[in-house]
């Protein structure tokens, strides 16, 4: 395990949207660079960069065209490699995103493999043996190359599926066991994709749709194979990089595929959103101040989760990602610090979506960008300064438009704001990284009662009390240290915390 994990606060940045160093309108590598000072400087000292592979962007980046080279809009794989230098000589680590269950279908695998002719790379798909072969079961692309064969896709048409086989084969005539020969030269093909990057300094990697692999697989069986057979490989070679699955499943992905972090998000329904976004949940996330909270739904999701994970590796809080709405689509401000402040008081190994240190919002209306959609509203811009583009790029035509409203906010009129997220994301991380119960593998104990909110937990000697709700309430504790920090306004004293709206105290 990569000890530096324990104290790991991550920052993802969305390449095409941080910073454009060279007036082209698109965010690139050497842009990233010039902003390792800015990231450093928010306490983080890691990132998860989004996919910088050669692409045609139908999935902004998802769609892998070479994994061994970085798209010409970001810069060149001498770029990268001076990135890594760069956050190296800070102390900070880079994460790129691998994409192991699909590619795009402009790769030049799939180019051959959709062929007629057969050859070594015919089952690097999944082909169906005719094209009239199509059951309705799987994503299939049906009659449109020379191939006499429908071929299954993972997200969108232009991402087929590579083929690591089938646990339960259905079909036999044309789903072959993950332990096939081609299937397992497809795995060998991505591990060597991992080598490539590592050996040229990437510290590891976010592991997309990591659960997809085998086919068939419900339990997950074969594909935690493929994954602990990667372990071996990094604990062996690499003992320092890291991988983070998007999982969603901590048992499954630690303890069974040996992931070192696991996201914890709803896949499978483990209740992110009932945590911090309205959504399905409506009223009752936790952190609606006018809700009617349910932290008891979290707490038996999680907590049995954590226990189990919690000597083996991290679950992964983040404040958002590039695929769901920015938070600020659901909460107020206030709402917004107080779920900072259970993000970066928790265990795990807690992440941070770009721009949302300074509050951006969710651009609900724009047109979906290379294959965006309902997520295009949070891969704008970064907003940097006032002036052109929010200081992200002189170009007149910006990868997608900044936030236009007058007072948008950015790094310049945030971060001297006593009152403002940036103070309060950078006051928690300082302090995650100062107190060793808030590193990733200190205790936690909830102290809530029944489904109760407001709530507590307690991590060695601090102590964290949370009042989401828009009303003042009071907690009874035998807690009797002093406060280290707080939002809002919340005072302890004789075995009483007196908490008024949305507010949050730190206790040790
Ligand atoms: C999850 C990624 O986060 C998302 O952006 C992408 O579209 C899909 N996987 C497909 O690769």
Redesign the pocket.
Known sequence: MPKWLNDAVFYEIYPQSFYDSNGDGIGDINGIIQKLDYVKGLGCNAIWLNPVYDSPFM??G?DVRDYYKVAPRYGTNEDLVRLFEAAHRKGMKILLDL?PG?TSDTHPWFQIAKRARETDLSNRYIFTKSVWDAPPEYRLMCGICERNGNYLV??FSS?PALNYGFYEITHPEWQLPPDHPDCLRTAEAIRAVMRFWLDKGADGFRV??ADSLVKNDDEKIATAKIWRRVREMLDADYPEAAMVS?WCHPDRAITNAGFHMDFYLDHYGNGYNRLFRFGEWGDLAVFNPNGLGDLKGFAEEYLPAYNRTKDKGYISFMTN???MPRVTAYLDKQAIKLVNAFIFTMPGVPFLYYGDEIGMRYQADLISKE?GFSRTGSRTPMQWCAGKNLGFSESDHPYLPVDLSDDAPTVENQKDDPDSIYRVVTDLIALRHKYDDLHGNGELEFLYRDDQIPFAYRRGNLTMFFNPLGREATITTDCDGDVIYKIGDATIADGKVLMKPQSFLLVG
């Open positions: 999935d902004a998802y994409v699909h993972n997200y991402q997309d749709m998007e990602n590039h695929d294959g």
